[in-house]
């Protein structure tokens, strides 16, 4: 089944305790795509990817930092978390970088 | 930036009935898209209309273009208590010469009464 993978689902931390949200997809898409969502701000990009070892900034990347080392992986990296970040996260991939996009189910991180 | 903005935020309807919510955006598109999101899951593509197309349909979804005015309506016929979720417009634009992305807009949350 073609699938978008987030893990973990839900998340809980302390601030300035490093994480990593992994996120794998098994279409074959070049583009893969990082967002948060946040209510009456709907979905903002943090980083997206056009292939392997080619990343770039979104809207809201401070704070975030990501890597493409293989085409189906793309995990975001939250060095020093803090409250701030709390939200709901997606990832999300395509053949193409103005989509259709797939996304995965959603990682709710809170941050305390 | 924000590009699309969804109307109205919000809309209650008995199921049978026919659901529209609009969409308006701010700059010259390539393609428009709809995304139906159930309640803190993924986003699912639902449709792409094309900015040389006027009208789409997909089952008892109906999409409607307008360029001129920079808006787009989704129509849902026949609605289900199962359509209840949040709906999102998405569209593509190009910043300053940077690669196509998809801008989303707020959403319409969609509340279908059985």
């Known amino acids: 089944e073609a699938q978008v993978t987030q893990n973990p689902r839900y998340l809980i931390t302390v601030t300035g305790k490093k994480l990593t949200v992994t996120c794998s997809q098994n279409?074959?898409?070049?583009?893969m795509s990082w967002y948060r969502q946040d209510p009456g701000l709907g979905l903002r990009q943090i980083y997206y990817s056009m292939n392997v070892e080619v990343t770039d900034k979104g809207d809201v990347p401070e704070g975030y930092k990501v890597s493409r080392k293989e085409k189906r992986n793309f995990p975001l990296i939250l060095e020093s978390p803090s409250p701030n970040q709390t939200s709901l996260y997606f990832c999300?991939?395509?053949?193409?970088?103005?989509?259709?996009?797939?996304f995965g189910n959603g990682t709710r991180l809170t941050v305390t | 930036s924000q590009q699309g903005e969804e109307d109205p935020q919000a809309l209650s309807i008995q199921e049978g009935e026919n659901a529209t919510m609009n969409c308006s955006y701010k700059?010259?598109?390539?393609?428009l898209q709809w995304y139906r999101q159930n309640s803190g899951r993924g986003l699912v593509h639902l449709i792409l209309?094309?900015?040389?197309?006027r009208e789409k349909h997909s089952g008892r979804l109906r999409v409607t273009l307008d360029t001129s005015k920079k808006s787009s309506s989704l129509l849902i016929t026949a609605s289900r208590a199962a359509d209840t979720a949040s709906y999102f417009c998405a569209t593509d634009a190009r910043y300053g010469g940077a690669t196509n992305k998809l801008i989303f807009g707020t959403g319409t949350l969609l509340a279908v009464q059985p």
């Open positions: 279409m074959n898409h070049e583009y």
């Open positions: 999300a991939s395509s053949t193409r970088t103005w989509g259709p996009l797939h």
């Open positions: 209309i094309r900015s040389n197309e």
């Open positions: 700059t010259s598109i390539n393609n």
